[in-house]
């Protein structure tokens, strides 16, 4: 299972012919983040091969990652029975909500709670208005997290299971992406790299542009 | 080399073509000159730039072979910066090698005014990770101010090259060896030197075959 480091370092040195100089303009962070989004691409092209294969949009288990501990508030807008809570990125934008595969809490007093129930956009402003079950309800807004529940939420800790390449902020961590779709990872990534080196860059010191 | 054995092959040179003598003098005034010149040349004279590329034929970093040969002037050290993050440039500095800090002897990028803000307000790559360093009025200034664990390598010029004489009975100079500055160059490189000497020497006689014998020496090799 590489690393994020171990990825950096073979598309790094792929790109530079050898090993780099450490003076080098594209740094391993800047790597990173091109890592990040080839992942996405990754996923997202994950996703259309399931509807090209059976016909429904799906991801694959390999691409899913489940945080934990993250800590749920009132809701800043202050609604009743609303709650919120800060996801570790922003959802994936695959089909509706298949971003957020599932959200559940872990309660010092009740337990592990059953999964919460989704909504899309498209749900969410008749939801209300119609029976439903009684449950907890979710939604994401790009990284902040909503939910609806008769319970009061604040202070419970989220189980949250998301696609996510893994801890961006440890380059050590290893890159949550099956192998199969790696190369797409690579691929995007060193065409960054290149793109980058391609640039021309200012020779002199004057404090004008490149012209 | 020693440098009594480079005074002799640049004497017998001249002689040669008999013209004239150098004095220990003089040759103490245009070895330290000569050794100078051809570091110049290994650094990279900027006079051999091509217009949108800033690189001479020869220079340091284009190979190990370079750099071998100037490695008798490269040596490293600790800096111990103020708490305005600056130091001075260490004497007789003639190029900056690398700047390095931490275990891991990662590089702190030397950074020209025009970009200096872009390096500081970095967020990919934040200064107090990737420290950065720029030269101004001969003090080095390092961001943040805090780094530490911070080293030099530099190329330096070497002590003068001295050959060193006491006067015998006649007032002839007999070589002193204790008092001699020998050249570090290896002995490879030491025939650059001299050829370099050499046509200092050529101007100085007005002689065209001391002066064509030290351009074939520079132009074709030894």
Known sequence: MPTRRYLIEEYMREAYGGFITDDASVTPNLVNGWIDEGVAVAAKTNYLDAIKIDGTGYSNNSFYATFSGISISADAAGRFGYFQATLPQIALGLGANEGVGSVRINSSELGLS???????QNQLEYFENLPRPNGVYYWNEGSTLFLVSKLNLTGEKAIVRMIS?????NL?????????YLPIVKDYTLKAILNHRAQSRPQANDGADIQ | MTVDTAYKIIQFAINKSQNGY???????????????SYMAYLLGPFQKYQNGRPMAPVEIGYNGIILERLSPFISTEILTLDGSGQT?????????VAINYGAKKQRVRFVQQDSLFSYLDSVIDPVESNPIYTIEGGKLTFYPATVSGVSMSTLKTQEPIKWAFNLDSNNRPVYDPDGSVDPLWL???MFEVMARALALVGVNLQSQAVAQYSEMIKQGGQ
């Open chain 2, 187 to 189: 002995d490879v490189d």
């Open chain 1, 114 to 120: 059953n999964s919460f129930i989704p909504l899309t």
């Open chain 2, 88 to 96: 001075d440039m260490p004497e007789n500095w003639q190029h900056i």
């Open chain 1, 165 to 169: 390449g893994g801890d961006s902020t």
């Open chain 2, 22 to 36: 150098l004095t220990p003098d003089e040759f103490n005034l245009i070895m330290p000159q000569a050794s100078t």
């Open chain 1, 172 to 180: 050590d961590s290893a890159l949550n992406c099956p192998s199969d």
